[in-house]
């Protein structure tokens, strides 16, 4: 079955320096698809970066970049130059591609809460 | 993202209360998702609808009652409710596309409390 696995429960970080979310996966199947997403304590699940399996660069989305290592089946998020607003949850998630029917089963870790001090 | 909208944003119920949650999407999307969001427990799938028919319900307690109308609405229907069904309820709608880059956008969610 798959699995999402994020072992920092929370992390802090210095305004303006680089910070790295680790984000674990388990999955047998070749194609699929890893999301991350922000949720900042108002609740709204934010997406923020995409990478597929069969992609051959990293991911890359402003200040977001994910740090995609297959055969170790790791997707970090590297956020530069980090912000106050930055300050949130954020969770990895993988797309289920063997979901039933015509859904898109997404199946979540448990997040990382990232704290950025001024 | 700012196509998914929810309401109420707070809601406080006794357990013998009947009420309902609302999620409007304007993403021209048609795949609508409801997610249970507890204390220390990842996202949980609860209902998803494609094209206004339910594609999938995660044994989800019959006092949880989904409606999708149309591919622009979805509704929760809550009656019964017991304290652990207190959680943020999120709403979420995509493409409704088989292929892995399918991405989900989320509305602000309904922080429901069950007294």
């Known amino acids: 079955a798959q699995k999402i696995t994020q072992t920092q429960p929370g992390m802090f970080v210095q305004e303006k320096e680089a910070v790295t979310l680790d984000c674990t996966y388990d999955?047998?199947?070749?194609?699929?698809?890893l999301f991350w997403y922000k949720q900042p304590s108002s609740g709204e699940m934010i997406f923020l970066i995409y990478q597929g399996s069969y992609d051959e660069q990293n991911a890359t989305e402003g200040r977001y970049s994910l740090n995609f290592q297959k055969a170790r089946k790791s997707a970090n998020l590297v956020i530069s130059a980090s912000q106050l607003g930055d300050s949130a949850m954020y969770f990895c998630?993988?797309?289920?591609?063997w979901g039933s029917g015509a859904t898109n089963k997404l199946i979540f870790g448990t997040g990382t809460l990232l704290a950025v001090q001024p | 993202e700012t196509g998914v909208t929810q309401t109420p944003r707070h809601l406080v119920m006794g357990m013998t209360n009947k009420k309902s949650l609302k999620c409007e999407q304007h993403l021209g999307h048609n795949a609508m998702y409801w997610y249970k969001q507890s204390a220390k427990k990842p996202l949980e799938l609860m209902f998803v609808y494609s094209l206004e028919e339910r594609v999938e319900n995660n044994s989800v307690p019959s006092r949880f009652s989904p409606e999708c109308p149309n591919s622009s609405h979805l509704f929760l229907h809550l009656h019964t409710l017991q304290p652990e069904d207190s959680a943020l309820y999120l709403c979420?709608?995509?493409?409704?596309?088989?292929?892995?880059?399918?991405?989900?956008?989320f509305g602000p969610g309904t922080r429901l409390l069950v007294l």
């Open positions: 998630a993988m797309r289920d591609p």
């Open positions: 979420a709608s995509s493409q409704g596309r088989e292929f892995t880059q399918e991405t989900q956008y």
């Open positions: 999955t047998s199947d070749q194609s699929y698809g």
